[in-house]
């Protein structure tokens, strides 16, 4: 079994910034993609961004110069540090992993965390 712990939600006004953390733990051999999505009130899940084992990374358009995803494989987390945040990013922001197990490939969510962004 795989789990992703994330962390570092929370309020923030808007042009404020916030970093969320990833942390997979248990049992796989390696973690192909590791990514962040968001879904707010009323809207569909969307990917923020996403980053490969070797650095590769892949942003949304709406975060794009904003956000920067990283990735610390030895800790087997993944970072997002968001930065002038607006009302738009208000969301649910979870944790994904596309890795190998013995089970094969999968794909583990973690359990979201909220971020809102107000005045």
């Known amino acids: 079994q795989v789990q992703l712990v994330e962390s570092g939600g929370g309020l923030v006004q808007p042009g404020g910034s916030l970093r969320l953390s990833c942390a997979a733990s248990?049992?796989?051999?390696?973690?192909?993609?590791m990514g962040w999505y968001r879904q707010a009130p009323g809207k569909q899940r969307e990917l923020v961004a996403d980053i490969t084992s070797s650095g590769s990374t892949n942003y949304a358009d709406s975060v794009k110069g904003r956000f920067t995803i990283s990735r610390d494989n030895a800790k087997n987390t993944v970072y997002l540090q968001m930065n002038s945040l607006k009302p738009d990013d208000t969301a649910v922001y979870s944790c994904?992993?596309?890795?190998?197990?013995?089970?094969?490939?999968?794909?583990?969510w973690g359990q979201g965390t909220q971020v809102t962004v107000s005045s």
């Open positions: 994904n992993a596309d890795l190998w197990s013995l089970s094969g490939r999968r794909v583990y």
């Open positions: 248990g049992s796989y051999f390696s973690i192909r993609i």
